[in-house]
Each structure stands twice: as C-alpha cells, then as structure tokens.
C-alpha cells in the first residue's frame, strides 16, 4: 500500500491554508483518514480544520488502545459512527470549554475508515468534497454552502447522523483518493503560452504516472503549474492510496 498526500494554499488566499488532512492507524490493519476544509467566512478558519484533524488523531489513538485491550474489533460501518460520534462529542466539549463562536467550529470532513487487509471502505462527506474510488468519482457540491458540522454540534447525535446521505460503502478497492473543493478551482494565473490543458482531475485521482515517488502528488500538482500554466485558487487537501 502507498499513500500519497499534498496540502498546498490556494492563489486566492494570502495568510493561511485553510483545509488539513490526516492518515493515521485506528487498530489492526485499519486505516483512518480525512480532508477538511475550513469556512472560508468564519472566524480563524484555519483552526477549525486542524483542530478537527487533531482530534481525529486523538480519538484513532484512543479507538486503537481500546481495541487492543479489549481484543474485539466492530465492522466499518459501526467503526466510522462511533468515530464521528466521539468527534461530535469533542467539538461539542471543545467549544464549549474555550468559549468559541459557531463561526469558530465550522469545517467541511470528508472521511474513511479503510480495512486493509480486505481493501474494504467505509466513507462518509459532512459538507462538500470529492471521492475517487477505482476512477469512479463522487462529488458533493452544496452551492457553496456547506452543512458544517459546527451548525449540528447542540443536536442529538444518533438523530443527526441518522439525516446523513452523502455515504459510500467500497470492496475490492484499488486505489482511492479524498480531496477538497479547492480541485475544482485550478485556473491561469499568468498571461504565458502553455500546452492545452489536459484533465487535472484524472491526472492527480487516476493517474498513476510517478507513483513510484512518494511525493508523487507534489510532482503531479508542479507539472500541472509547469506545463498547464495552472494552480488552484482555493486551498486543496489531498489523500490519494493505492493498494498493490
């Protein structure tokens, strides 16, 4: 298994990446990992994401220990509610205790739960992003109103969760990929000549030219500015694995 990762701030914006990622193991041969992107229009947008993100990394730890001790393991769909559900929690606790604002806690998530050995996938998207899963995409666009997370945290979490329909179950996968919105949004910024642009989608989701390079993301993201004359405008968050 590969994983491949890019975080990159977007033309458009001058201080701070707003989005942020995390890949990290949640028990045996489990794999956690998510793509979240602050509210452009809150407060310290930034750290919304990587306060989630941070969180994440807090409750895979948490789940594994448990899991280790207890030498029990759930499926993938109890796996990834019980995750939202302690984040759910967590937002809620952290809000509370440092006093913020509900425009201080709103950031997309874009989620998986990935059992390797059985290259299987449980995926879940609170607000807007894009899955590729096996070259077949799922995007989800909410006309730039995202449902955040941060608007739900006062609500009963098995009633909300319960309401989400942007879910995807996967088998026998081969290679997936979570991104944020901002690739959508690769466009010139210069007045140079370039070649005809091809398909930045596909040449960074599909594309397995470079994949033996560990940055393999990075290097797509410079030939893309080098040959197509083309960054993105918005910030842009990318976990791409390729299973062997």
């Known amino acids: ?3 491949y990762t890019t975080l990159q701030i977007g033309e458009l914006h001058t201080n701070h990446c707003e989005d942020y990622l995390i890949t990290t193991e949640i028990g045996k041969n489990r794999l956690l990992c998510a793509v979240m992107d602050g509210c452009t229009m809150g ?38 509610q019980n995750i939202n559900r302690q984040l ?4 809620r606790s952290a809000k509370n205790i440092l006093q913020l604002e509900r425009d201080e806690v709103l950031n997309t998530l874009l989620m998986g739960v990935i ?17 590729c899963i096996d070259q077949q995409l799922y995007e989800y666009e909410q006309d730039n109103k995202p449902d955040y997370l941060g608007y739900h945290l006062h609500e009963e979490f098995d009633s909300w969760y319960a309401k989400q329909q942007q879910r995807i179950s996967a088998q026998d996968i081969h290679d997936f990929s979570l991104a944020t919105d901002g690739i ?6 210069d007045n140079k000549t370039y070649a005809g642009p091809g398909n ?7 594309d397995v030219e470079e994949s033996n390079h560990s940055n393999m993301l990075n290097r797509k993201l410079l030939d893309i500015q080098t040959n ?9 968050a990318i976990i791409r694995i390729r299973f062997n």
């Open 1 to 3: 298994m590969r994983i």
């Open 43 to 80: 407060t310290d947008s930034c750290f919304a994401a990587i306060l989630t993100g941070k969180l994440l990394r807090k409750i895979s730890k948490e789940y594994s220990y448990k899991e280790f001790y207890s030498k029990e393991s759930t499926g993938l769909q109890e796996t990834l």
């Open 88 to 91: 759910f929690q967590e937002l």
């Open 115 to 131: 059992d390797i050995s059985n290259r299987a996938g449980e995926f879940i998207c609170i607000g807007d992003g894009l899955v």
């Open 184 to 189: 959508f949004t690769f466009k010139k910024f």
């Open 200 to 206: 930045v989608i596909e040449f960074l989701l599909v």
């Open 228 to 236: 197509w004359g083309l960054k993105p405008g918005d910030d842009l």
